[in-house]
């Protein structure tokens, strides 16, 4: 009797670590959840006067999040349009001063229509047609050279205000920059900094990493390498907390090009092989997986 139980015992022990051995054989790698991570820094310097963000946060592109002291920014372009306006009040005004020219052509013309129904009536001689025909020509000769002039001068005027149109331009970059705006969907992973403190070009302001989409990094060896190709689809379980798997379509979007020693912290299917090749499989992200979570995948 003490015999049978032994046996019975003993064939237990057996299909338990069978049953082990075949679930551990189902998985093809192991590694962990990673996103890709962007940090985005402050573009000017100044006094953060608002940041509205949490860690956790989800932010859309294109959100504004805060913004950093505009004042010294907003009274140099003041200062900047008010130099343009000083610049363009010495242009000149064309049309009045082309008036009075204008005016004496205008006479002139109507003295050089009469001398010809003069002329044609006999009541006025060539001569007198041909002096009113010349005034009216030197009159428009006038005129011609005297808009030259205006309109050389008006354009050196103008030419004096691009410098400064520049500057304002400038200012202008540099205000739009004061806008923290975010500049990817995605989840705040870390906040650096809190509003009233200080902002420089560069600085980091916070972490963000689109979570819709999250990658395994896993570890295959050399035999299985073979087995594998981009784009391929495969299943990856990650443990759904009750003893159990959840377990997602994934596709292979990577596979490096050289082996490495295994990670420490990861275990492959075969645990005599000192290299292996890692590899990245993108899955659709239900809310669940967190980055650094651990994972299997298995080769379909």
Request: positive net charge; aromatic residues 6%; charged residues 25%.
């Amino acid at each position: 009797m003490h015999m049978k139980t032994i046996l019975s015992c003993s064939l237990v022990t057996i299909l338990v670590l069978c049953a082990c051995s075949k679930k551990e054989e189902d998985f093809g790698a192991s590694g962990a959840f990673e996103a890709e991570e962007t940090i985005i820094s402050s573009e000017a310097s100044g006094t953060i006067k608002a940041f509205d963000i949490v860690e956790g946060q989800e932010l859309r592109a294109g959100q504004r999040i805060g913004f950093i002291d505009t004042i010294q920014l907003y009274l140099k372009k003041e200062q900047l349009k008010a130099q343009v306006k000083s610049i363009l009040v010495n242009k000149p005004n064309v049309s009045a001063q082309l008036a009075a020219l204008q005016e004496q052509l205008k006479g002139a013309e109507r003295e050089q229509k009469r001398f010809a129904s003069l002329v044609k009536a006999d009541a006025a001689t060539q001569k007198q047609l041909d002096d009113a025909t010349t005034q009216v020509d030197v009159l428009r000769k006038q005129i011609a050279a005297q808009q030259s002039s205006l309109g050389i001068s008006t354009a050196g005027i103008t030419e004096q205000t691009i410098p400064v149109e520049l500057q304002i331009r400038q200012l202008n970059d540099q205000l739009a920059k004061c806008y923290i705006i975010n500049p990817v969907k995605g989840i705040v992973l870390s906040k650096y900094v809190e509003a009233n403190e200080m902002a420089a070009p560069g600085k980091p302001l916070y972490k963000i990493a689109d979570m819709s989409s999250i990658t395994l990094r896993a570890y295959i060896t050399g035999d299985q390498l073979a087995k594998i190709k981009l784009n391929q689809v495969v299943k990856v379980m990650t443990d759904d907390g009750n003893k159990g798997y959840k377990t997602y379509d994934g596709k292979i979007t990577w596979i490096s090009d050289k082996a490495e020693f295994t990670p420490k912290t990861i275990r492959t299917k075969d645990e005599r092989a000192n290299l292996v090749y890692a590899i990245k499989v993108k899955v659709k992200n239900d809310g669940y997986l967190k980055i650094g979570m651990y994972g299997q995948l298995k080769l379909q």
